[in-house]
């Protein structure tokens, strides 16, 4: 149980946009309370307000000192990959250098986000595996030259870089593709939206393609994100959360067979069944009314995290 991580979510606003001062106190509570990490979803163009999250992740920098941070997921196929190096070697320099920043990326579930920067929505997969390499050249040393399919450029140095010579870049998404695309150049897993048995056996499929591709592949160096409301009340709750989950793909007795809502003790057995499932690292996403966001996560902090702690 100790190695179990609980970090939680960030955006989508569905129920209102908070405050910038809800904001960095949402990350300092966060960091108080002793969640491990906080994750930003990244969304280009979108139908509710939304926050560019690299301007959040620097505000977050400056008013923390451990918590961990990255993206859930940067829709990287929409962005130039030496841009991202850029901006995420600069995090890492000003969250003091101390690995608290991981690139999680993936193909964007709106194309839209492609497709208004220019980018034919065909293309990103490939887009995104070419990406990744470039972004690994530009922080492991200087002077990189690289002539691929969509991306070309000759004697570029990115400083400061990673300290460690690399960020670690994990591959989101719940599909078969996606989890080939993790055992082939990913250094880890991020799938959202999935029952502990997808999770379990979706694990099982990154231990094969691993070995298919020669990938020695961690089964640990996976996490899942869960919508989480507590609420005593449960009437409350399922008003709050019907609100929420209005226009997801996914019928809403679907998606609750996918969150931990309910009172503490349901969220709890919740988490718990994905821990059985092999589940370590886990990012609870509050589904609550901005009013309620630095509340609901000091009951994370208060009553979930010491039961996996």
């Known amino acids: 149980m100790s190695s179990v991580k609980i970090g939680i979510g960030f955006g989508l606003w569905r129920l209102g946009m908070p405050s910038p001062a809800t904001i960095c106190d949402y990350a300092e509570r966060a960091e108080a309370v002793g969640i491990d990490s906080i994750w930003l979803s990244d969304h280009i163009v979108s139908r509710i307000p939304d926050l560019d999250i690299t301007c959040i992740m620097s505000m977050f920098a400056a008013r923390t000192k ?3 941070m990255g ?22 320099y000003l969250t003091g ?9 993936g193909l964007g579930s709106d194309p839209r986000d492609s497709i208004a920067c220019g980018i034919n929505p065909d293309e990103r997969a490939k887009r995104m595996e070419e990406g990744v390499q470039v972004l690994r050249k530009l922080w492991a040393g200087p002077n990189v030259t690289h002539e691929g399919k969509f991306y070309k450029f000759n004697d570029v140095t990115i400083e400061p870089r990673p300290a460690k010579g690399s960020l670690d870049v994990w591959i989101g998404g719940n599909s078969d593709l996606a989890i080939k695309r993790t055992a082939r150049y ?11 048995q997808d999770f379990q056996s979706g ?10 591709y020669g990938r020695e592949m961690n089964p640990r160096e996976a996490g899942v994100l869960i919508f989480t409301h507590i609420n005593d ?3 409350q709750a399922e008003a ?3 609100q929420f989950f209005k ?3 996914l019928p809403a007795e679907s998606m609750a067979a996918r969150c931990a809502i309910g009172s503490a003790t349901e969220c709890i057995e919740k988490v718990q069944s994905y821990v059985e499932a092999g589940c370590s690292k886990f990012v609870l996403w509050p589904i609550v009314p901005p009013d309620e966001l630095v509340p609901q996560i000091e009951r994370y902090g208060r009553e979930i995290v010491p039961r996996f702690s």
Not at 71 to 92: E, G, I
């Open 233 to 235: 009340n449960k009437a």
């Open 247 to 249: 226009g997801f793909p």
């Open 71 to 92: 993206p859930s997921v940067l829709t990287l196929p929409a962005r130039d990959p030496v841009q991202v190096a850029k901006t995420y070697a600069t995090l890492d």
């Open 97 to 105: 250098s101390c690995n608290r920043v991981i690139l999680a990326v």
């Open 240 to 242: 709050i959360t019907q």
């Open 203 to 212: 694990i099982a499929k990154l231990m094969d393609y691993g070995r298919q």
């Open 66 to 68: 451990k918590i961990k």
């Open 186 to 196: 990913g250094d880890g897993w991020f799938p959202s939206f999935v029952t502990p």
